[in-house]
């Protein structure tokens, strides 16, 4: 049941696809505003490639067929398609982004927007952070990501499919070569998503496959007919691997990885049996969220940023508000966006056409990158602006010390012109913590070496899961930097201690869980052999009887301090003080209990305890300088503690100096 006058296509329109659409975006949707049961909702994307396969493939090779198939004119109507809404939304957001984003924040949406009307937004974000990580909620245009993988196809594909049909002429050859390039995909994909989850995440080359598979459907469809009753045995299925996925797959799994075949194979099947007068996609409803997915797709997630701005992302009010306010500006985006803009370029001469494109985005490109590369003072309170500072307020040598990949490929890291008084070893908490020890130190006519590795915590024979995503591809690198560590630390006199000091408890118990929650959390690390609770008695064993051996081996041969670990805020505490300033809220509202950080840390306290008891090493306590009887804060004297929601700032970590003053005395 059409509810809309569409307008002319190469391609027939069809409802069946107009529904997957509108099962896609919702999926999406209701996935990002963390609707409860929607756990794989993001596979709404996966489905949006198979359709985009299938509808190029099909516009190109119908056009070959004929022989009146223009590259200008595919890539021109492709740009008509996606171009103006995506023009309007950047616009919107750089506008509102003047009045309430602090110069940091707004320059990174200026970054973004070049990004996008880049159309290379998958390699920025590839080279920032993962989908799934919690910092992905402070990035405006991150859904651009997709658009992007898109667009690289649609540039590259009709000249791959034009070139083979060129010399062959022939849809069994090319459907071979089709298959060969989905296999090729395929298998990059499987192999990436354990070596750079990004890259497998992010990146066309393993995405191809799922456009790849659209592409197939077509071709097959066009030379094997179905019957009737076979039909709607493929489409039944096809749904049910669908549904199946939005509801059973979640983002612990790695994706897209084998798993990522069910809503694949499922959107193909669908899309194979061609069957349109299916319950789930010919309603009204579905019809007319199908023809505005585009749309909803582009404003729900700013809409879904904003809510975290403002830190309402956790009232149901405002959540149903912001998925209403999806659905009613995506249809608007439509109505007077897309549709009119469509209609009226594709009127136009090619080279008004052009020029008119050009001229959009030309203007807004220099508009982004004025706004990425320059300060405009005065916009926001000033409090608000120095609270931000604060996530750049970080150890200045930091690219240099604290090591992300291999660490042997790094040099040991020298605080201070004096001889060496003591060494640090540990991850990204203590390339945080450095500076302070280095004060320290140098308060008493001592240097300091710093060891660190990223998501290293400075246990012996510590692995990460194959599955986990950090660093997949080097599955030993952990136990071989703290091995190599202990080494480097034998050829320094025994007069001279070692602080291990790491963020161990993530990898035991999730970004957010305690021992109090009960949750079921499979670690991120293990020892001798993996264990799926991190309540099961031998994980916690395992981890105990670590920690103990790491800490006693350092302590036959210098003085050992632990530091307790540091506390983690649960938001980006410069982003949420900035916002708080911003709207008149207090900034010190910014804190977590004293009984929420005992009840998380409860497990790393009895390992460090027991090391204590097994050969009398010493503990440094962080608490005491960052939290009071009932607190521990996020924020003093208006200014952020914390570059993030974990890691010290320069400014929070001179707190810790008076601490690591007990080592000297």
Known sequence: MKTTTHLPSPVKFREDINGLRAWAVMAVVLFHFQISGITGGFVGVDIFFVISGYLMTSIIVKGLEKEDFSLTQFYMARVRRILPALLVVIAVLLMLGWFWLATLEYQSLGQQSLYSLGFISNFGYYFSSGYFDSGSHEK????????????????????????FWKFTRSLKSLTVALAILFIMSFALNMWLVYRDPSAAFYLLPSRGWELAAGGLVFLLAKQLKLEIKLSRILNVLGWLLILGSIFLINEEMRWPGYWALFPVLGTSLVIYSQKQDFMLIN????????????????????????????????????????????????HLSFRFIETPTRKYLSKKSFKKEFILIVLGLVFLAIISFSIQNHEFNNRVPEGAELALNEAVNINPRHEECQNHKKWDKSPSCIYGDYPVGVLLLGDSHAGASVTALAAASQNHAKSTVQWTLTTCAPIFNLHYSPFHQFFPDYPNRCKNFTHKAFLN???????????????????????????????????????????ESNLNPGFQQELRDAMINTACSFKKYREVFLVRPIPEMKVNVPSQASRNIMFGLNSSEIKITLKEYKDRHRLIWWAQDEAVKACGVKILNPLPYLCDESYCYGTRNGLPLYSDDDHLSEYGNKLLIPMFEKIFK
């Open 140 to 163: 405006w245009l991150l859904h651009t990501w997709s658009l992007a993988v898109e667009a690289q196809f649609y540039l590259l594909f009709p000249i791959f499919v034009s070139l």
């Open 283 to 330: 309603s009204r409803a579905a019809q007319w969220l199908g023809d505005r997915s585009y749309s909803i797709y582009l404003w729900h997630w700013p809409l879904m940023v904003a809510l975290y701005f403002a830190n309402i992302h956790e009232s149901w009010f405002w959540i149903l508000a912001a998925i209403t306010s999806s659905l009613l500006i995506g």
């Open 489 to 531: 630390s034998l050829s320094y006199e025994k007069n001279i201690p070692i602080v291990l000091l790491g963020r161990q408890t993530p990898a035991v118990m999730g970004q957010k869980a305690s021992l109090d929650d009960d949750i079921v959390y499979k670690p991120r690390i293990f020892f001798n052999r993996q264990y």
